[in-house]
Structures are given as structure tokens and as C-alpha cells.
């Protein structure tokens, strides 16, 4: 029983390799960490706040969130074998835009989707290129 034990369990971390491999290293110290911080703020108060139907503090939250896309975008795109980082950012400022539009014609359920959305853009990012030890 122990074997087979065993056997299951460095056969599920052999499956799993490929998944834990997908991290990518690059040397990320000149990111802009303050700015992600900056962030990192706005993502938890964006959805939220469109929820509530505050519309000025979601604009604000957008402001920054777009600032930060654009800046991943130019960031890595002078990186280099980053692409998908780089549609990353252009997927997150899509969203930003769809959540604009949404908000602008007060479908605040519609803008809180897209908020969600504009989250998931920043984990897969955060999924592939933060650090292990990163504080943001």
C-alpha cells in the first residue's frame, strides 16, 4: 500500500512539473514596485466600489490600473520573449475600457464583470512573472 502510495504521489508531481515550470525568470529590478503597490490598492477597491455604485472612485481606480497596464505593457515589451505579458497589459486596458463605457452608461452590474475581468488580468501576469519572494 505505502508503494503504491508513493508511486501515485511522484506520479501526480511528475503531471504537475510542467505547471510549476511556467514561472519565468527575469530580472525584474527596475519594475516600478511603488507603482505596483499603487495597484495592487486600486484592484482591491476597483470591483468593489463599482458595486457600490461610486462611480468617481472607480474612475479613479481605473486611472490607476490603466497607468499600471500601460507601463507593464511598455515594460515588458522591451524585455523581450515576454509576449504574453504584453497581451496581457492590452487585455487588462480592453477591460478598463469596457468598464469605462459600462459605468458612463451606468450598468454598474455589466462594469463590475469587467472589473473581475481586469483582476484576472493581473494574476495571470502575477501568475507567470512575480517574483516568489516579491512584496506586491
Known amino acids: 500500500m505505502r508503494k503504491f502510495t508513493m508511486l501515485s504521489t511522484l506520479a501526480a508531481l511528475l503531471v504537475a512539473a510542467p505547471v510549476f515550470a511556467e514561472r519565468v525568470t527575469i530580472d525584474l529590478k527596475d519594475y516600478d514596485d511603488d507603482l505596483m503597490h499603487d495597484i495592487e490598492r486600486a484592484i482591491k477597491y476597483f470591483e468593489p466600489d463599482i458595486s457600490g455604485q461610486n462611480a468617481d472612485a ?26 504574453d505579458a504584453v497581451e496581457i497589459s492590452k487585455q487588462g486596458l480592453q477591460w478598463l475600457d469596457t468598464v469605462l463605457k459600462e459605468l458612463d452608461a451606468e450598468n454598474y452590474e455589466a462594469a463590475a464583470e469587467g472589473a473581475r475581468e481586469v483582476s484576472k488580468a493581473c494574476r495571470n501576469c502575477h501568475d507567470t512573472y512575480k517574483p516568489d519572494k516579491a512584496r506586491f
Open 58 to 83: 472607480a474612475r479613479d481606480d481605473a486611472a490607476e490600473l490603466r497607468r499600471g497596464f500601460t507601463y507593464t505593457h511598455d515594460y515588458f515589451s522591451k524585455k523581450g520573449n515576454t509576449q
